[in-house]
């Protein structure tokens, strides 16, 4: 898959699936940090590449251990993600850790119920 095509896939499916599965995700801070790393302009372009296909293994429909599966779906999706993460952490700047957890702390707040 090219590097394009790889970056659009990504971006058009990392947010649906990140919503529908946070409660799921334990490392939700770290693919958060990723996908900020990623996104960020001042990020290179080998750094990208490889935090982008990190991503792109997450919102594959099909990989190792499928997603359905309780308490292990997503154990092989983090692990290519950790591989990535220590090839590029020097790139993951505190900014991106912090824009992580504000959004991390709105997805997990449930919204006010109007009354």
Same mark, same amino acid.
């Given at each position: 898959?090219?590097?394009?095509?790889? +970056?659009?896939? !990504?971006? +058009?499916?990392?947010?649906?699936? #990140?919503?529908?599965?946070?409660?799921? *995700?334990?490392? @939700?801070? +770290? #693919?958060?940090? @990723?996908?900020?790393? &990623? /996104?960020? @302009? &001042? /990020?290179?372009?080998? !750094?990208?590449? /490889? %935090?982008?296909? $990190?991503?792109?293994? =997450?919102?594959?429909?099909?990989? !190792? *251990?499928?997603?359905?599966? %309780? $308490? %292990?779906? =997503? /154990?092989?999706?983090? &692990?290519? %993600?950790?591989?990535? *993460?220590?090839? !590029?952490?020097?790139? *993951?700047?505190?900014?991106?850790?912090?824009?992580?957890?504000? &959004?991390?702390? +709105?997805?997990?707040?449930?919204?006010?119920? @109007?009354?």
């Amino acid at each position: 898959m090219s590097d394009d095509r790889t +970056e659009t896939l !990504v971006r +058009e499916g990392f947010w649906p699936k #990140l919503t529908r599965n946070v409660a799921r *995700i334990p490392f @939700a801070d +770290e #693919l958060l940090a @990723a996908w900020y790393c &990623a /996104t960020d @302009a &001042a /990020t290179p372009f080998k !750094v990208k590449a /490889t %935090l982008f296909g $990190a991503l792109a293994y =997450f919102i594959m429909p099909f990989d !190792v *251990i499928p997603d359905v599966i %309780l $308490a %292990l779906g =997503f /154990t092989d999706d983090m &692990a290519v %993600l950790m591989g990535a *993460i220590g090839l !590029v952490r020097s790139h *993951i700047t505190q900014a991106h850790r912090d824009r992580a957890k504000a &959004a991390l702390d +709105e997805l997990r707040t449930p919204p006010v119920a @109007a009354g």
